[in-house]
């Protein structure tokens, strides 16, 4: 399979579209001035808590409090706080454990008021982003992820991933994981550890504990609430998770990005630092890989499915529904019962596709077309267990119900991911102003930009618009050629309205 990491990257933020084998499959977004991300670990301040349900709330520096429940303080709470302590008075200059006395494990079944107080200091971790008017969700069980393995502080624990099956696999990882794991750290080591040797592994240990030794430096000088230890960016972050022998190429639009992944290939896979691209061309990346277009289609409330078949995805403030529709797909196949097999296959594989792509969390119901017969109903679980393997994203299918209905759990630690495709209907008023009244005000503003200085442009406009500029011999680009003796490049794009244009100088930057 071929897989293709294209990065768009903007003044205010970042976009990454994981493509396999041309077609869309994750979309993901990073603001450059998010300060919560999932992974972050920051110096807080308890504010207060809440016997009633057994959480507090914690000062994170977000608009809303962080919420934090007793379940999420982690065993080894006393053995933090002591180790926090020590730490931000001076007292402990060595950041490693292996001279560090452990405290007893606090009780599972205990009080909030009981471990914490407010106006205490306490070490936590991002596990969920801030969603709609909630704040985000922290622990205090704290953990530090890299490629091969995750290192977890305050404990002695040593497990494997339960995506690798083998048994003689898993032994051999945690032999490895037990000799080069230093005193005070558990290691769960990853999937993608499989059948890598022992200094790959000690390697990437040894990043991930200087990340720590990093972290604590800054806590003897951080004033609450304080982020004292970032996630990776996003173009790291998700290399580090998806990385495989499977990718042809990383390819982006900005130069130092670019050299940034070229830096982190180097670390993980050396071999692999020739498929890093940097991406000059004047027609937007998006756009050129055919990623607008892909978006526009996967979007939308209705998704439009191969063989005529299509989904309806609606959204509630407690569950999303989707529904299934064979469409005009009914009189194709051999019998009802087989339509509907089919169409059922045919939309597990997009679900599993829509869940990853929109990054839709908590809980799913799925409207399959009916099937009475049993073993068809156990193809289509089995087949859509199979299709949402892929995901790294916890999650679980229950078998279908009485009523033929699929439901899905699917953790959510970001907001969803939303994309607005509808626009609006140029043709009103029963008549289509665009492209003729459209071109005029576009020569207008060509007339204005032409004679301040006779520029070399570039217009990007939508595709219909863009094909109405170019169709023919004698085309309306040309006659603009002939005026002005500058050739105009237009640029079709699939992301800008049917009743907009924007013009770019030769160094893309936008012309107002």
Not at 336 to 353: K, M
Not at 405 to 427: H, S, W, Y
């Amino acid at each position: 399979m071929k897989t293709e990491l294209i990065i768009r990257s903007n003044s205010s933020d970042i976009d990454f579209a994981l493509l396999k084998d041309g077609k869309l499959v994750e979309l993901h977004n990073e603001t450059l001035d998010n300060n919560f991300s999932v992974g972050d670990i920051f110096l807080a301040k308890v504010k207060k808590t809440l016997s009633g349900l057994n959480a507090a709330f914690v000062n994170v520096g977000s608009e809303k409090d962080a919420f934090l429940h007793y379940h999420d303080l982690g065993p080894q709470l006393s053995s933090l706080q002591k180790y926090t302590q020590q730490v931000s008075t001076g007292k402990r200059k060595d950041f490693t454990l292996k001279n560090f006395r452990f405290e007893k494990d606090i009780n599972k079944h205990g009080k909030i008021d009981d471990a914490i107080k407010a106006g205490q200091n306490l070490l936590v971790q991002v596990v969920k982003e801030p969603i709609s008017t909630k704040g985000p969700r922290i622990s205090s069980e704290l953990s530090i992820a890299g490629r091969y393995l995750v290192l977890v502080p305050f404990s002695d624990r040593v497990s494997v991933s339960q995506k690798i099956t083998n048994t003689k696999e898993k032994e051999r990882l945690k032999r490895l994981a037990q000799s080069i794991k230093p005193k005070g750290f558990g290691v769960i080591l990853r999937t993608v550890a499989k059948d890598i040797k022992v200094a790959e592994l000690d390697r990437d240990l040894q990043n991930s504990l200087q990340r720590w030794v990093n972290m604590c430096k800054q806590i003897p000088n951080a004033k609450t609430p304080q982020k004292v230890l970032s996630e990776l960016n996003r173009a790291s972050s998700i290399l580090r998770d998806i990385f495989n022998d499977s990718f042809t190429s990383i390819i982006t639009n900005d130069a130092t990005l670019n050299q940034e992944i070229v830096e982190y290939l180097e670390r993980i896979a050396p071999e692999k630092t020739s498929i890093a691209k940097h991406y000059t061309s004047r027609v937007p990346i998006f756009d050129y890989y055919g990623i607008e277009k892909q978006i526009k289609s996967a979007f939308g409330k209705t998704v439009s499915m191969k063989k005529g078949a299509y989904l309806v995805i609606e959204h509630t403030e407690a569950l999303h529904v989707i529904d299934v529709n064979s469409g005009n797909r009914s009189n194709k196949a051999n019998s009802q019962a087989d339509t509907a097999l089919e169409v059922n296959l045919i939309a597990a594989s997009e679900i599993a596709r829509q869940l990853q792509l929109r990054d839709m969390g908590g809980i799913i119901v799925v409207d399959f077309i009916d099937m009475h017969a049993a073993d068809h109903r156990k193809k289509l679980y089995d087949h859509m267990r199979n299709e949402m393997s892929a995901t790294r994203t916890k999650h679980k299918v229950l078998p279908p119900s009485k009523f033929g209905l699929i439901q899905i759990t699917r953790q959510r630690v970001r907001p969803e991911r939303n994309i607005k495709t509808v626009e609006e209907n140029p043709n009103k008023n029963g008549e289509v102003e665009a492209p003729i009244l459209l071109i005029d005000k576009i020569e207008t503003d060509l007339n204005r930009i032409m004679g301040d200085n006779g520029k070399e442009l570039a217009l990007h406009v939508h595709t219909f618009i863009a094909s109405h500029l170019t169709k023919g011999l004698n085309s309306i680009q040309l006659k603009w050629f002939m005026k002005y003796k500058k050739w105009i490049k237009i640029i079709p794009r699939d992301a800008i309205p049917y009743l907009s244009y924007r013009f770019y100088d030769k160094n893309d930057k936008l012309i107002r």
